[in-house]
């Protein structure tokens, strides 16, 4: 089992930058895939980044290809969530996910409790 923790959302003007944090406890983090996905009032909630624990394979989806990079450190046993050049239809929740193994967009069964991003215009 393991239990996510995000942190670093809050209230940004359009083309600022945030650093989404996810710290995760229990073992063998390395063996986990991360993603992070977000939920905008009213709508589903939507992929946003993985990070495969195998290789090293990154995966976006298109809405933020260019402007989110996603980053590990399994030393630390966190993944990180940067995003640059915001807009305001990013605004959301930002929920942090883990699965043991996992393909990247595949389901993922560890999940953190949110943090929430607004981007004003």
């Known amino acids: 089992q393991v239990q996510l923790v995000e942190s670093g959302g809050g209230l940004v003007q359009a083309g600022g930058s945030l650093r989404l944090s996810c710290a995760a406890s229990?073992?063998?983090?390395?063996?986990?895939?991360m993603g992070w996905f977000r939920q905008a009032p009213g709508k589903e909630r939507e992929f946003v980044a993985a990070f495969s624990w195998y290789g090293g394979s990154t995966y976006y989806a298109d809405s933020v290809k260019g402007r989110f990079t996603i980053s590990r450190d399994n030393a630390r046993s966190t993944v990180y969530l940067q995003m640059n050049s915001l807009k305001p239809e990013d605004t959301a929740v930002y929920y942090c996910?883990?699965?043991?193994?996992?393909?990247?967009?595949?389901?993922?069964?560890?999940w953190g409790q949110g943090t929430q991003v607004t981007v004003s215009s």
């Open positions: 229990g073992r063998a983090f390395s063996s986990y895939t």
């Open positions: 996910a883990a699965e043991r193994y996992g393909s990247g967009r595949g389901l993922y069964n560890y």
